[in-house]
C-alpha cells in the first residue's frame, strides 16, 4: 500500500483533472465539440493568477492570503473565461455553422494551442515561475503531513465543484443550460437561444481550466507548455467516465489522478504509459465509459 | 395575425414546401393537414424560425415572409420569435428527458419575468392536465407517452402563448387518451388562444379547427371551412376513408 502522501499527490491531480474534464463535458454537451485549446486555458489560468498575486504584494495591498488567494483565482476565471467567450464568439461558432464539417472547428481548436503558447512563451517568457512561497507550511498530521498549498488546492477545487453544481441546479441559468443540452431545438422553442448558452458554457469552461491552473500554480512550475499533459489526462478522464456525462467527468478525474500518482510510486518511469494501458482495460469492461450511454 | 406569404421550405435533396400562402386570425382555430411528408411540419417550423432564411450560399432554408401582428417575423431566431409570443408543441413531445416535470414547466416559462403571473399559470396548467401534479419531482423520461404530450402541452402553455402550434399531438395515443387531449386543446382555445394543428388524422383536426388547410407534397390543394372540408368529395376519400 502507497503512503498517505501518495494518495494526496494523487487527490492533488484528481483535482485539476476533474475542474477541466468537467469544462470540457460541459461545452461538449452544448457545442457538441471537443475543444482542444483547454489545456491552454489552464495554462493561461495559472499565469493570470501568478501576476494577479504577485502584483497585489508588489503594490503592498497587504492582503492576507485568504482573501488574496481566493480573489487572484476568480480574476484569473474572469479573465480567462472572457477569453473563452471571445474564442467561441471568433472561431467556434463561425466554423460549426451549416456548411463547415467537423475538422474545421477541431483544426482550428488544435492551431489555436500553438497560438496561445506562442503569444504566453512572447508575453511571459519561457522559463519558469513559480509562486513556491504563497503558502508555505505544511500541516503535520499523525502519521503523514501535507503542505498548506495542497490543501488550498483540494479546498478550491471543493468550493468550485459545489459553486458548478448550485448553478447548474439552482438558478435560470443552469436550466437553460440543461434543457439546451438535453433538447436545444425544444429549448429554442420556449426563448432559450442556445447560440448564448454556447458562449456561457464556453465561459464558464474555460473559467473552470483557468481556476484549475491558478489553484496549481503554487504547486507546480508555471510556463507556456505546462497545459499539455494536463489536457491529455482531462481527455482520458472523460474516456473513462463516458464522454458526456458530467457526473463521468468528475468520478474519471478523480479515478485517473489517484491511479496516476500510485502507478507513479510503484513503476516510476513508464508510469503514463501503464496509466493508458489500464485506461484500455476499463474501456474494454465498459465500452461507454463508467457513466456513459451504452453505445448502440 | 399569422400571414405566410408565399412561403417555400427547402432541403437538400427536395422541396418540402412550395408557394404556400396562409393567413390565421386571432382567436381561430386553423388545422393544417395532410399525409405523412406533405410539408405541415416543415411549414410550423419555417413559422417557429427553427427553418433559418435561405441565403444564397446555401441550397437549404426558407424563402418568402412571414408576418406575425403585423411584423415580419421570417429571419428572427427561433427564441425571439418565442418571445414574442409564438409557441410551439413540437412533433414527439421533446420533453426534455432528465429535467423533472416540474423543471420542464419552469422552461416554458423561461422568457416571463412574472414570478406570481408564472406561479398562477402553473396552477391552471395543473387544472388541465391534474395527471401531472403528482409527476412534479419525476423526470421527464419516466412519464408515459399520454403524460408526455400532457406536459409537453402544460410546458407551452406556461409560456402563456399568444398563439399555439401543435404538431400531430394525437400521434402514438391511444383512442381514449386522444378524445381527451382534443378536448383540452378545444378548452384551450376557448379560452382565447390562437391555435394552429398540425395533424395526420383529418378527423380529428377536422372536429375540431374551424378552418383548414390540405397539403399534399407540399402544396396546397384545397382550403375552406372545415364543415364544407368535411363534406368535399376529396378529402373524404383521400383523408377520411369514406
Known sequence: ???????????????????????????FSILGILNWTHGQFYMLGAFVFYYAITTAARLRFHLPIY???????????????????????????????????????TAATLALI???????????????????????????????????????????????????????????????????????TAASLYGISVGRVSLIVMGIGCALAAMAGGVM??????????????????????????????????VGGIILGLLNSVIAYYVSYLSEFVLFLLVIVILLVRPQGLFGAPIK | MLELKNIGVYYKKHIAVRNLSLSVNKGDFVTILGSNGAGKTSTLNAISGIIKVKKKKTDEGLKGEIYFKGKKISGLTAAKIASLGIIQIPEG???????????????????????????????????????????????????????????????????QPELLL???????????LRQQLAEKIKEINREGTTVVLVEQNARLGLMLASYGYV????????????????????VRKAYLGV
Do not use: H
Open chain 2, 215 to 234: 397539403l399534399e407534397n407540399g402544396e396546397l390543394i384545397l382550403q375552406g371551412k372545415t364543415s364544407d372540408l368535411l363534406n368535399n368529395e376529396e
Open chain 1, 1 to 27: 500500500m502507497p503512503p498517505a502522501e501518495i494518495w494526496i499527490d494523487g487527490l492533488v491531480q484528481s483535482c485539476i483533472y476533474m475542474t477541466m474534464a468537467f469544462g470540457m463535458v460541459l461545452v
Open chain 1, 217 to 250: 500554480a503554487p504547486v507546480y512550475p508555471i510556463n507556456p507548455f505546462m497545459g499539455r499533459l494536463p489536457m491529455i489526462f482531462s481527455l482520458l478522464a472523460i474516456i473513462i467516465g463516458g464522454l458526456g456525462s458530467l457526473t463521468g467527468a468528475i
Open chain 2, 166 to 176: 401543435f404538431d400531430e399531438p394525437s400521434l402514438g395515443l391511444s383512442p381514449l
Open chain 2, 93 to 159: 413531445r421533446k420533453i426534455f428527458p432528465l429535467l423533472t416535470v416540474r423543471e420542464n414547466l419552469q422552461v416554458g416559462a423561461y422568457l416571463r419575468k412574472d414570478g406570481q403571473g408564472v406561479q398562477d399559470s402553473l396552477e391552471k396548467a395543473l387544472a388541465l392536465f391534474p395527471d401531472l401534479k403528482d409527476k412534479l419531482d419525476a423526470k421527464g423520461r419516466e412519464l408515459s407517452g399520454g403524460q408526455q404530450q400532457m406536459l409537453a402541452i402544460a410546458r407551452g402553455l406556461m409560456a
Open chain 1, 67 to 105: 482573501v488574496s488567494f481566493p480573489v487572484s483565482l476568480l480574476v484569473s476565471g474572469i479573465v480567462v473565461g472572457g477569453l473563452g467567450v471571445l474564442v467561441e464568439k471568433l472561431v467556434i461558432e463561425r466554423l460549426t455553422s451549416p456548411g463547415y464539417g467537423m475538422l474545421y472547428v
Open chain 1, 114 to 184: 500553438f497560438f496561445f503558447e506562442g503569444a504566453a512563451g512572447m508575453s511571459f517568457g519561457l522559463l519558469d515561475k513559480g509562486l513556491a512561497t504563497v503558502l508555505p507550511g505544511v500541516l503535520e498530521l499523525d502519521s503523514f503531513s501535507i503542505s498548506y498549498q495542497k490543501i488550498a488546492v483540494i479546498i478550491f477545487t471543493l468550493v468550485i465543484m459545489i459553486s458548478m453544481y448550485i448553478v447548474l441546479n439552482r438558478t435560470k441559468v443552469g436550466l437553460a443550460i440543461r434543457a439546451a443540452a438535453q433538447e436545444p
